[in-house]
C-alpha cells in the first residue's frame, strides 16, 4: 500500500511555540526607568552576529523565574535559552539586577506602594545546600552505628 505525502500529518502542529502571544513582564515605564543599565551596541556592518537587545533577553529572563520552567523551555519568542541564560549570569556578576531592582523599588515607594510596615524575608524553606555548620550536632538517625 502506497501512501501519498497529502496523507502524512502536518508536523507544524507539533511546534513547541506557544500559540497566543505572551504577555510581557516589565511595562514600558519600567523598561525606560532601567534602560540605560543594560548595555547594548546595535548591529554594524562589520558582519556577524548581531547582538541580540537586552529587553527581550531581560523579559525571556523573568518569564523563567516567574514561571519556574527550564532554560530550556523558553518559548520561541524569547531568544535562544543559552543566550538569556548568558546574559543573566553576566549581569548578575555585574550587578546590574541590583541596581535594577533598588530603582524600580525607589519609585514605587516614591508612589506610595511599599508597607515598609509589612516587609519581611524568610528564608527558612530554603535548603543548606552544603549541610548545617560544622559544630552542629548530627542527629541520633545519622550517627554512626557501632
Known amino acids: 500500500m502506497q501512501r501519498t505525502i497529502m496523507e502524512w500529518p502536518s508536523l507544524r502542529r507539533y511546534g513547541t511555540a506557544p500559540k497566543t502571544e505572551l504577555k510581557l513582564q516589565l511595562k514600558d515605564e519600567q523598561w525606560v526607568l532601567i534602560a540605560d543599565l543594560f548595555s547594548w551596541n546595535p548591529p554594524t556592518r562589520k558582519g556577524g552576529r ?4 537586552p529587553r527581550s533577553c ?7 523565574l516567574r514561571t519556574g520552567a527550564r532554560w530550556k ?12 541564560w548568558r546574559r543573566l549570569r553576566d549581569w548578575s556578576a555585574a550587578g ?12 514605587l515607594d516614591g508612589l506610595g506602594g511599599v508597607n515598609w510596615e509589612e516587609a519581611l524575608a524568610d528564608g527558612t ?16 538517625a545519622r550517627e554512626p552505628r557501632s
Open 50 to 53: 548581531p547582538p541580540v537587545p
Open 58 to 64: 531581560l523579559e525571556g529572563i523573568l518569564w523563567v
Open 73 to 84: 523551555d523558553l518559548p520561541k519568542s524569547f531568544p535562544s535559552y543559552v543566550t538569556c
Open 96 to 107: 546590574i539586577f541590583q541596581k535594577a531592582w533598588a530603582r524600580l523599588l525607589h519609585k
Open 125 to 140: 524553606f530554603s535548603p543548606a545546600k552544603k549541610g548545617g555548620p560544622a559544630s552542629a550536632r548530627p542527629s541520633a
